[in-house]
């Protein structure tokens, strides 16, 4: 379903390729959900594990902007991790302000169990596209993605 609204071409087809970017996000991150629902993690927890594993220990502020979250939402989202022993937080011994986010061992056990299994789902949702279709649609992303300047 395209916009309703009344404009000129190019903001229609603007309206109605954001609607399209936007269901298909949607529809996709839908599908792939199943995987995190299993081990009961939502999307911005996943984000977080991932973040710390591959990267290692962080301030907060450093994982809200990797994961594009608001540091309030980080703040709960750790907080739900920390209570399940996923991830640990301390102060930094040489800039006190900050607070380290590591992830334990049980979260590397956890994403190292759950991160196959995730790649297999996105892979199956990607791979309806050819690998020349899923190129040109990443560098589309990544284009979108780029800040503008002003």
Aim: proline share 1%; net charge positive.
């Amino acid at each position: 379903m395209g916009t309703k609204y009344q404009g000129t071409s190019e903001e229609i087809i603007a309206l109605n390729t954001f609607i399209k970017l936007t269901r298909a996000s949607q529809s996709v991150l839908q599908r792939t959900r199943a995987v995190l629902d299993h081990y009961h993690l939502t999307e911005g927890q996943f984000a977080v594990l991932d973040t710390l594993y591959f990267l290692g220990p962080l301030c907060q502020a450093d994982i809200a902007r990797k994961v594009l979250c608001t540091t309030g939402n980080m703040t709960m989202l750790l907080d739900n991790l920390e209570n399940r022993q996923l991830i640990v937080r301390k102060r930094d011994k040489e800039d006190r302000r900050y607070m380290l986010v590591s992830i334990t061992q049980d979260g590397k056990d956890l994403i190292e169990d759950l991160m196959p299994k995730q790649v297999e789902l996105i892979k199956r949702e990607i791979g309806m596209l050819t690998i020349s279709e899923q190129q040109e649609l990443s560098y589309l992303c990544k284009k979108l993605g780029r800040k503008q300047k002003e």
